[in-house]
Antibody, heavy 117, light 111 residues
Framework: QVQLVQSGVEVKEPGASVKISCKAS????????INWVRQAPGQGLEWMGW????????NNAQKFQGRVTMTTDTSTNTAQMELRSLRSDDTAVYYC??????????WGRGTLVSVSS | QSALTQPRSVSGSPGQSVTISCTGT?????????VSWYQQDPGKAPKLIIY???KRPSGVPDRFSGSKSGNTASLTVSGLQAEDESDYYC???????????FGGGTKLTVL
């Protein structure tokens, strides 16, 4: 079954870091990019960045540069996204989404990250 | 504030057609034919329903159609059904530095 399975809920304090995983199955992992998109409570979607599992190339939204790291492990077909120096406005559901061209055709179910003291 | 502008809400009766607009600039919607649309039910992940402005993935009903004119893209849902009630987001490629931008989302209500 073609799917992206994400890790579970995270609760963090301000200033901490969070690392979310996204495990792909049912397709050739290296053939598609992995994107990270977040959605704050009651808000719209926000693209954070992209990574190529094929060669590790990344492209992050300027807003997150210096605070986000995206990696992939082709031996386990897993992508990870680490966000550092968390703030309360980082509270959101974080999605991984597959891309091959100019759209996101497969999404994970999302990981809720709650940042609160 | 989202990069692309969508109406907050639209509504229509079963069987009618509704159109959701998505307005950007020459740097995104107007500059590339890479507009996609996503349907998101409450508590669920988004689902791709239109890509490359007007193409439908396999399994998406042909009641959903997309178009673009200048800096504005549109999603039209024809023959509205109760199950179409959802949130809809547009997305556009915006070049190598910005990459992708989303609209703020539109809530479609089937009356």
């Amino acid at each position: 079954q073609v799917q992206l399975v994400q890790s579970g809920v995270e609760v963090k304090e301000p200033g901490a870091s969070v690392k979310i995983s996204c495990k792909a199955s049912g397709y050739t992992f290296s053939n598609y990019g992995i994107n990270w998109v977040r959605q704050a409570p009651g808000q719209g979607l926000e693209w954070m960045g992209w990574i190529s599992p094929y060669n590790g190339d990344t492209n992050n939204a300027q807003k997150f540069q210096g605070r986000v790291t995206m990696t992939t492990d082709t031996s386990t077909n897993t992508a990870q996204m680490e966000l550092r120096s968390l703030r309360s406005d980082d509270t959101a559901v974080y999605y991984c989404a597959r891309s091959i061209n100019w759209d996101f055709d497969l999404w994970g179910r999302g990981t809720l990250v709650s940042v609160s003291s | 504030q989202s990069a692309l502008t969508q109406p907050r809400s639209v509504s229509g009766s079963p069987g009618q057609s509704v159109t959701i607009s998505c307005t950007g600039t020459t740097s995104d919607v107007g500059g590339y034919n890479y507009v996609s649309w996503y349907q998101q039910d409450p508590g669920k992940a988004p689902k791709l329903i239109i890509y490359d402005v007007n193409k439908r993935p396999s399994g998406v009903p042909d009641r959903f159609s997309g178009s673009k004119s200048g800096n504005t893209a549109s999603l039209t849902v024809s023959g509205l059904q109760a199950e179409d009630e959802s949130d809809y987001y547009c997305c556009s490629y915006a070049g190598i530095y910005t990459s992708w931008v989303f609209g703020g989302g539109t809530k479609l209500t089937v009356l």
